[in-house]
């Protein structure tokens, strides 16, 4: 069964809006979630990470929301630009240092 | 700036034959992992080597095989290549967090 949850699978928004990307996960005991950007042709690279000890981080035009509560978690990309149209995924720590991805959402911004 | 290593970039190959990727990082990091991103980008682990010991072996074909010579390098062998192996093997690194570090990936087609 799929530990960490990604949606929606593709998404597309125009240049200057803002895009929402969400996550949820099964596993009360994760506490850091990092967020991947891919590029086609390219290997993920790490873009922002949060820890459960917070609610809100914010790198540049990237920001994620965490709601412990309820178990999800949501990445807004701020005056979204054609530069930032990529796979983005979504992971949570499994045990032996391994990360469990989520299954990642393609977004696509026109310009 | 490029700090994970993967030869070659691409690669076709028959059924049945073998092959054989490698991947060196720079970072000095005491953790290697290879990672299968299918056509749906779905990225799964296979193995992660720690200081040159196996400590994550993922349920993977016997074909499948991890060499490591120092902990700056994780080869991967496949004996035997099947159609359903054509894929991205992605090779990563981290140290003493979780952070992983992604090579770009050696593409895998076989006919």
């Known amino acids: 069964q799929q530990q960490v949850r990604q949606s929606p699978q593709s998404l597309t928004v125009w240049e200057g809006e803002t895009a929402i990307l969400n996550c949820s996960y099964e596993?009360?005991?994760?506490?850091?979630f990092p967020w991947y950007q891919q590029f086609p042709g390219e290997g993920p690279a790490l873009l922002i990470a949060?820890?459960?000890?917070?609610d809100k981080k914010e790198d540049g035009g990237f920001t994620i929301f965490f709601n412990k509560r309820e178990k999800n978690l949501s990445l807004h990309i701020k005056d979204s630009q054609p530069g930032d149209s990529a796979t983005y995924f979504c992971a949570a720590p499994g045990n032996t240092r391994k990360l469990i991805f989520g299954l990642g959402t393609t977004l696509q911004v026109q310009p | 700036e490029t700090a994970v290593f993967q030869t070659p970039n691409y690669h076709v190959t028959q059924v049945g034959n073998e092959v054989s990727f490698n991947c060196k990082q720079t970072l000095g990091h005491d953790t290697m992992y290879w990672y299968k991103q299918d056509s749906k980008k779905l990225l799964k682990i296979m193995f992660s080597?720690?200081?040159?010991?196996?400590?994550v072996n993922e349920t993977v074909p016997r074909r499948f095989s991890p060499q490591s010579s120092d902990k700056a390098h994780l080869n991967l062998r496949i004996k035997s290549v099947e159609p359903e192996d054509s894929a991205v093997y992605l090779c990563?690194?981290?140290?003493?967090?979780?952070?992983?570090?992604f090579g770009p990936g050696t593409r895998l087609l076989v006919l």
């Open positions: 990563a690194s981290s140290g003493t967090g979780y952070t992983q570090y």
């Open positions: 080597y720690n200081n040159k010991q196996l400590i």
């Open positions: 949060i820890r459960s000890v917070s």
């Open positions: 596993n009360s005991a994760f506490d850091y």
